[in-house]
């Protein structure tokens, strides 16, 4: 992320703040937003990014590079900063490659609510629901219902954010911010593929 630092600078300087009112918007001191902007403390955890979105006014795709959404998505799965960009006509990111390690057994609290999980923001122009640019979600891969929650689903060759919960007689109510309610009439066949759990999201709004 060699070039996030003068990024951060950069957009700072367009929005019109000092560091200091960078810091305050962010939660952190104004030296750590000199150390940032210099590139001493190059690894910034992935809610201190929306921060920093919401902050400067900007979409994650605007704050990082090329070069470090790159790196973010070759990293292990599990690490916070692990990346990837979410289309509605591709797989899932996690199904076009295989993890390279696992994550460490001893995590931070952060770390436990993503360990297993992909971070995925909506790639530039595209829209889901519940999921807008510059949003990030912690995404866990599965392919059965676990809990009533957000889950990534691929439905005609497209993948959606529905909101799935379970209903008497083992149905399911499918719905979402362009969707009402609709019943599936079994949990174990739905007429969609169940493709992850949103176990968290960040909002830069």
């Known amino acids: 992320m060699d070039g996030l630092g003068p990024r951060i600078k950069q957009l700072r300087l367009q929005a019109g703040l000092s560091k200091a009112a960078l810091a305050r918007r962010v939660g952190v001191s104004d030296v750590t937003i000199s150390y940032w902007e210099s590139g001493t403390i190059k690894q910034i955890g992935h809610e201190r990014l929306v921060a ?29 900063q692990n990346l990837m960009s979410l289309h509605a006509d591709m797989l899932a990111p996690w199904e076009q490659r295989t993890p390279t390690s696992e994550p460490p057994e001893q995590l931070a609290m952060a770390q436990v609510i993503m360990r297993g999980c992909y971070l995925v923001t909506p790639a ?48 399911l109510r499918v719905s979402g911010e362009q969707l009402n309610g609709v019943m599936v009439e079994s949990v174990r066949h739905p007429p969609f593929r169940l493709v992850g759990y949103v176990r968290a999201r960040w909002s830069r709004q």
């Open 124 to 171: 530039d122009g595209e829209t889901f629901d519940f999921l807008y640019e510059g949003d990030l979600a912690a995404v866990a891969p599965c392919e059965q219902f676990q809990q009533d929650g957000l889950y990534l689903i691929e439905r005609e060759g497209k993948l959606q954010i529905q909101y799935l919960e379970r209903l008497a007689a083992g149905r």
């Open 52 to 80: 920093l979105t919401s902050a400067l006014d900007c979409s994650i795709r605007q704050l990082l590079d090329d070069d470090s959404l790159q790196a973010m998505a070759s990293a292990p799965m599990g690490d916070p």
